[in-house]
Protein backbone atom coordinates (compact mmCIF):
# COMPACT_ATOMS: atom_id res chain seq x y z
CA UNK A 1 0.00 0.00 0.00
CA UNK A 2 1.40 3.36 -1.34
CA UNK A 3 2.52 5.71 1.76
CA UNK A 4 4.27 9.12 2.51
CA UNK A 5 6.98 8.95 3.94
CA UNK A 6 8.88 11.45 6.12
CA UNK A 7 12.56 12.21 7.08
CA UNK A 8 14.43 12.65 9.77
CA UNK A 9 11.95 10.14 11.96
CA UNK A 10 13.97 12.87 14.89
CA UNK A 11 15.72 15.69 14.66
CA UNK A 12 17.66 17.58 17.64
CA UNK A 13 18.87 21.39 16.91
CA UNK A 14 19.74 24.13 18.79
CA UNK A 15 17.31 27.63 19.19
CA UNK A 16 18.22 29.67 16.52
CA UNK A 17 19.13 27.20 13.85
CA UNK A 18 17.35 26.54 10.34
CA UNK A 19 16.02 22.88 9.96
CA UNK A 20 14.11 21.46 7.06
CA UNK A 21 11.82 18.40 7.23
CA UNK A 22 11.60 16.11 4.57
CA UNK A 23 8.37 14.00 3.08
CA UNK A 24 8.07 12.38 -0.28
CA UNK A 25 4.27 12.30 -0.67
CA UNK A 26 2.39 9.38 -2.54
CA UNK A 27 3.16 9.91 -6.21
CA UNK A 28 0.11 10.33 -8.11
CA UNK A 29 -0.95 13.24 -5.36
CA UNK A 30 -1.47 16.91 -5.82
CA UNK A 31 -2.54 18.07 -2.94
CA UNK A 32 0.04 18.57 0.17
CA UNK A 33 -0.01 19.37 3.95
CA UNK A 34 1.61 20.01 6.89
CA UNK A 35 0.36 19.53 10.27
CA UNK A 36 2.01 19.97 13.72
CA UNK A 37 1.53 18.15 16.80
CA UNK A 38 2.80 19.57 20.43
CA UNK A 39 3.16 17.28 22.94
CA UNK A 40 0.00 16.35 24.62
CA UNK A 41 -1.46 19.23 22.14
CA UNK A 42 -4.11 18.89 19.73
CA UNK A 43 -2.91 18.39 15.77
CA UNK A 44 -3.03 21.57 13.90
CA UNK A 45 -2.87 22.73 10.68
CA UNK A 46 -0.01 24.62 9.44
CA UNK A 47 -0.14 24.72 5.30
CA UNK A 48 -1.36 23.33 2.03
CA UNK A 49 0.18 23.42 -1.04
CA UNK A 50 -1.21 23.06 -4.38
CA UNK A 51 0.20 23.77 -7.92
CA UNK A 52 3.43 24.54 -6.80
CA UNK A 53 1.72 27.42 -3.97
CA UNK A 54 0.34 27.72 -1.15
CA UNK A 55 -3.39 27.42 -1.06
CA UNK A 56 -4.04 27.88 2.84
CA UNK A 57 -1.96 28.55 5.57
CA UNK A 58 -2.55 29.11 9.53
CA UNK A 59 -1.86 31.88 11.84
CA UNK A 60 0.90 29.64 12.84
CA UNK A 61 2.96 29.39 9.73
CA UNK A 62 4.62 32.93 9.92
CA UNK A 63 7.62 34.02 8.07
CA UNK A 64 9.85 31.47 9.88
CA UNK A 65 8.35 28.76 7.81
CA UNK A 66 8.77 27.61 4.20
CA UNK A 67 7.82 24.92 2.00
CA UNK A 68 8.83 23.71 -1.32
CA UNK A 69 8.58 21.31 -3.50
CA UNK A 70 12.29 21.13 -5.09
CA UNK A 71 11.79 18.25 -7.19
CA UNK A 72 9.09 15.86 -8.61
CA UNK A 73 8.91 13.50 -5.00
CA UNK A 74 9.72 15.38 -2.55
CA UNK A 75 7.88 18.24 -0.34
CA UNK A 76 9.46 20.35 2.86
CA UNK A 77 9.09 22.41 5.07
CA UNK A 78 12.05 24.81 6.58
CA UNK A 79 11.90 26.27 9.85
CA UNK A 80 14.45 29.38 9.43
CA UNK A 81 15.40 29.96 13.10
CA UNK A 82 14.06 27.55 15.04
CA UNK A 83 12.07 28.65 18.47
CA UNK A 84 11.86 26.25 21.80
CA UNK A 85 8.37 26.85 21.15
CA UNK A 86 8.44 24.74 17.43
CA UNK A 87 9.23 21.58 19.57
CA UNK A 88 6.56 19.01 18.17
CA UNK A 89 5.87 16.35 16.03
CA UNK A 90 5.43 17.21 12.22
CA UNK A 91 3.15 15.57 9.95
CA UNK A 92 3.60 15.71 6.40
CA UNK A 93 0.42 14.38 4.31
CA UNK A 94 -1.16 14.06 0.80
CA UNK A 95 -4.38 13.51 -0.96
CA UNK A 96 -5.15 13.19 -4.43
CA UNK A 97 -7.50 15.39 -7.09
CA UNK A 98 -10.64 14.26 -5.65
CA UNK A 99 -11.89 17.50 -3.15
CA UNK A 100 -13.24 15.31 -0.39
CA UNK A 101 -11.24 12.41 -0.39
CA UNK A 102 -8.90 11.28 2.44
CA UNK A 103 -5.91 12.96 3.67
CA UNK A 104 -2.69 10.46 4.10
CA UNK A 105 -0.71 10.91 6.48
CA UNK A 106 3.19 10.44 7.27
CA UNK A 107 4.41 9.12 10.73
CA UNK A 108 5.83 12.08 11.96
CA UNK A 109 8.87 13.88 12.59
CA UNK A 110 10.02 14.71 16.21
CA UNK A 111 11.66 18.10 16.32
CA UNK A 112 13.49 18.99 19.05
CA UNK A 113 14.25 22.24 20.13
CA UNK A 114 17.13 23.13 22.95
CA UNK B 1 -15.27 26.54 11.45
CA UNK B 2 -18.86 24.38 12.34
CA UNK B 3 -17.66 22.32 16.22
CA UNK B 4 -17.75 19.29 16.83
CA UNK B 5 -18.21 17.44 20.08
CA UNK B 6 -16.96 14.27 21.21
CA UNK B 7 -16.58 12.26 24.48
CA UNK B 8 -13.59 12.44 26.43
CA UNK B 9 -13.07 8.73 26.50
CA UNK B 10 -14.88 5.26 25.65
CA UNK B 11 -14.35 1.43 26.96
CA UNK B 12 -14.72 -1.35 24.92
CA UNK B 13 -14.35 -4.82 25.40
CA UNK B 14 -12.49 -6.93 22.42
CA UNK B 15 -14.71 -8.33 19.44
CA UNK B 16 -17.81 -6.07 20.42
CA UNK B 17 -19.06 -3.02 18.33
CA UNK B 18 -18.36 -0.12 19.36
CA UNK B 19 -20.12 3.04 18.44
CA UNK B 20 -18.47 6.47 18.97
CA UNK B 21 -20.98 9.58 19.08
CA UNK B 22 -20.15 13.02 17.33
CA UNK B 23 -22.66 16.15 17.88
CA UNK B 24 -22.32 18.86 15.16
CA UNK B 25 -25.65 20.97 15.74
CA UNK B 26 -23.47 23.89 13.70
CA UNK B 27 -23.18 21.87 10.57
CA UNK B 28 -23.56 23.45 7.28
CA UNK B 29 -25.26 22.06 3.81
CA UNK B 30 -21.24 22.00 2.51
CA UNK B 31 -19.78 19.98 5.51
CA UNK B 32 -18.53 16.89 4.80
CA UNK B 33 -17.81 14.50 8.36
CA UNK B 34 -14.63 13.45 8.27
CA UNK B 35 -13.51 10.92 11.03
CA UNK B 36 -9.46 10.12 11.82
CA UNK B 37 -8.01 7.97 14.40
CA UNK B 38 -4.47 8.01 15.73
CA UNK B 39 -3.04 5.42 17.18
CA UNK B 40 -0.42 5.61 19.92
CA UNK B 41 3.13 7.39 18.60
CA UNK B 42 1.69 7.29 14.56
CA UNK B 43 0.24 10.55 12.25
CA UNK B 44 -3.64 10.64 11.59
CA UNK B 45 -4.93 7.67 10.02
CA UNK B 46 -8.24 8.09 7.54
CA UNK B 47 -11.00 5.83 9.01
CA UNK B 48 -14.03 6.78 6.29
CA UNK B 49 -16.15 9.89 5.30
CA UNK B 50 -19.91 10.84 4.48
CA UNK B 51 -22.02 14.00 3.92
CA UNK B 52 -25.47 12.68 3.60
CA UNK B 53 -26.17 8.92 3.57
CA UNK B 54 -24.61 6.34 5.96
CA UNK B 55 -21.19 4.98 4.40
CA UNK B 56 -19.66 1.65 4.99
CA UNK B 57 -16.30 0.67 4.08
CA UNK B 58 -13.45 -1.82 5.75
CA UNK B 59 -12.61 -0.44 8.76
CA UNK B 60 -16.29 1.08 9.70
CA UNK B 61 -19.68 2.66 9.19
CA UNK B 62 -20.24 6.13 9.58
CA UNK B 63 -24.55 6.64 10.88
CA UNK B 64 -25.73 10.30 10.21
CA UNK B 65 -28.53 11.23 11.72
CA UNK B 66 -31.44 12.38 9.32
CA UNK B 67 -31.29 16.26 10.12
CA UNK B 68 -27.39 16.00 10.24
CA UNK B 69 -26.64 17.27 13.19
CA UNK B 70 -24.82 14.36 14.73
CA UNK B 71 -23.36 10.97 13.26
CA UNK B 72 -21.90 7.67 14.71
CA UNK B 73 -18.85 5.93 14.10
CA UNK B 74 -19.36 2.06 14.53
CA UNK B 75 -16.57 -0.74 14.76
CA UNK B 76 -18.19 -3.65 13.90
CA UNK B 77 -15.66 -5.70 16.05
CA UNK B 78 -13.31 -4.11 18.21
CA UNK B 79 -9.69 -5.02 18.48
CA UNK B 80 -6.83 -4.47 20.46
CA UNK B 81 -4.80 -2.49 17.30
CA UNK B 82 -8.61 -0.66 17.66
CA UNK B 83 -6.88 1.59 20.45
CA UNK B 84 -6.86 5.03 19.35
CA UNK B 85 -8.41 8.58 19.38
CA UNK B 86 -10.72 8.96 17.53
CA UNK B 87 -11.67 12.52 15.91
CA UNK B 88 -14.95 13.65 14.09
CA UNK B 89 -14.26 16.37 12.32
CA UNK B 90 -16.25 18.71 10.06
CA UNK B 91 -14.74 20.37 6.89
CA UNK B 92 -16.22 22.59 4.28
CA UNK B 93 -14.97 20.69 0.67
CA UNK B 94 -15.88 23.88 -1.00
CA UNK B 95 -14.25 26.54 0.67
CA UNK B 96 -11.70 25.26 2.83
CA UNK B 97 -8.60 22.85 2.04
CA UNK B 98 -7.52 22.33 6.23
CA UNK B 99 -9.09 19.39 8.66
CA UNK B 100 -9.57 21.00 12.12
CA UNK B 101 -8.59 18.66 14.94
CA UNK B 102 -10.47 18.89 18.08
CA UNK B 103 -9.79 16.70 21.36
CA UNK B 104 -11.44 13.46 20.00
CA UNK B 105 -12.21 10.29 22.02
CA UNK B 106 -9.41 8.49 23.30
CA UNK B 107 -10.68 4.38 22.77
CA UNK B 108 -9.74 2.06 25.17
CA UNK B 109 -10.06 -1.54 24.27
CA UNK B 110 -9.82 -4.50 26.65
CA UNK B 111 -8.77 -8.05 26.03
Known amino acids: EPEVTQTPSHQVTQMGQEVILRCVPI?????FYWYRQILGQKVEFLVS????????KSEIFDDQFSVERPDGSNFTLKIRSTKLEDSAMYFC????????????FGEGSRLTVL | DAKTTQPNSMESNEEEPVHLPCNHSTISGTDYIHWYRQLPSQGPEYVIHGLTSNVNNRMASLAIAEDRKSSTLILHRATLRDAAVYYC????????????FGTGTRLQVFP
Open chain 2, 89 to 100: ILRDAYNTDKLI
Open chain 1, 49 to 56: FYNNEISE
Open chain 1, 93 to 104: ASRNLANTGELF
Open chain 1, 27 to 31: SNHLY
